[in-house]
């Protein structure tokens, strides 16, 4: 069993196991011991889904009001006439035919999210399987593919997060820092939750979301209120 650190182990004697905590509670608990280093907060989500039926998957993107905290490395896919304007808008990768054929050679890739231009998803099929493999895969679920490539970069640099349930049907978002105030966490976390009610399936019965979980990069889960 790997070795718990002195603050993970008094969290945890704090944090009754049976109790699900009002929002506010949990994270005053999560906030009350800080770590050395500015750890990421996360929100954890159990869908009541059949995640291996595709008309249930759960995706879609939400604008954080005071973002996630963390730093996306941006690629645009664009033609040369919107070259300029991606790189102005803060893209950190310009995805040249250059890029494309050296993502096809070794399926490696170095950013967090891909954004393109409708004129372009065609010169993707080379590394659509490899960007697809790895959730990258431009969407227009997701607002990852459009003209407007300028709006496109600078919300996702702003706190745009893109989400989607895994094989288990859960759903795992970076929501703040534990710098964060308490009152930018729970307005962020709010708004994560209404976004995700607001894509549930029409073929999803009962009840949609079971349960949530916060936690630090460094702490053990809290369940809250939902």
Not at 34 to 59: C, M, N, W
Not at 173 to 194: D, H, P, R, W, Y
């Amino acid at each position: 069993m790997a070795k718990r650190s002195k603050r993970y182990t008094e969290l945890k004697s704090k944090i009754d196991a049976d109790k699900v905590y009002p929002l506010t509670e949990a994270l005053a608990l999560l906030q009350e011991s800080p770590t050395k280093f500015d750890g990421s907060v996360e929100l954890h989500i159990r869908l009541g889904i059949d995640a291996s039926k595709s008309d249930q998957i759960v995706r879609g993107v939400v604008n954080l009001p005071h973002g996630s905290g963390k730093t996306i490395r941006v690629i645009a896919f664009v033609g040369p006439a919107k070259e300029a304007e991606a790189k102005e808008a803060g893209a950190d990768i310009i995805g040249t035919q250059e890029v494309i054929d050296e993502i096809k050679k070794t399926g490696k890739v170095n950013f967090d999210v891909a954004v393109a231009t409708p004129n372009m998803m065609k010169s993707l099929g080379p590394i659509a399987r490899t960007l697809g493999q790895k959730g990258l895969m431009p969407n227009p679920k997701t607002e990852t593919i459009g003209p407007n490539i300028r709006e496109m970069v600078e919300s996702l640099k702003k706190g745009k997060v893109n989400f989607k349930n895994d094989s288990t049907a859960n759903i795992h978002m970076g929501v703040g820092k534990v710098s964060f105030t308490s009152e930018q966490l729970q307005n962020n976390i709010i708004v994560a939750l209404e976004a995700i009610r607001k894509v549930k399936p029409s073929t999803s019965k009962g009840k949609f979301i079971i349960s949530a979980v916060i936690c630090s990069s460094m702490s053990p889960g809290i369940r809250i209120v939902v």
